[in-house]
């Protein structure tokens, strides 16, 4: 994730700008891989909760993406798409980090954790009060994101005991 974020840093406008195809496909690819790779996880974990909820979720938006004419109606709605993403990635990632706190008694890492997923939801919140600003400026968000919740996926897989 922290990769691609990198991608979409430095070429933010192809990444949203018009909602073009590029945006599109990139969007609903990450969302497809950040899915699947979170089904593996909870499968390999054996926890099936908010966690596999989320990252099927995250399959659905990205293969909604994929549908033939969506392309056009993703002009409107995909800004709010995009936005509820980043609410429930942001809650999600709460609930990892509380459930990190519990496990590890001695770590911080969960701290980072909580920061990130209130950015996530607020970035949602601003999504929903300004689609027209954030049109212009959601491919450095998304990017921005990408890469935080990259590092952070990184930090609880090093901070964490299983």
Do not use: Q
């Not at 409107?76 to 509820?84: H, P, Q």
């Not at 919140?125 to 994101?145: D, E, K, Q, R, T």
């Amino acid at each position: 994730m922290a990769i691609l974020g990198a991608a979409c840093f430095i070429t933010p406008v192809m990444t949203w700008a018009g909602v073009e195809f590029t945006a599109i496909t990139i969007t609903a690819i990450m969302m497809i891989v950040y899915g699947i790779a979170g089904i593996i996880k909870a499968i390999s974990d054996k926890e099936y909760g908010v966690n596999l909820i989320f990252s099927i979720l995250s399959i659905i938006f990205g293969g909604v993406m994929f549908i033939p004419g969506m392309h056009l109606a993703l002009g409107s709605i995909g800004l709010y798409m995009v936005a509820v993403w980043f609410i429930l990635n942001g809650l999600t990632t709460i609930f990892m980090s509380l459930n990190l706190k519990r496990e590890e008694k001695n770590s911080n890492g969960w701290i980072w954790g909580i920061v990130i997923g209130i950015i996530g939801i607020l970035l949602g919140i601003y999504s929903f009060v300004h689609p027209i600003v954030i049109a212009g400026a959601i491919g450095i968000l998304i990017a921005f994101y990408l890469i935080e919740t990259g590092f952070n996926l990184i930090i609880i897989g090093v901070t964490s005991s299983k």
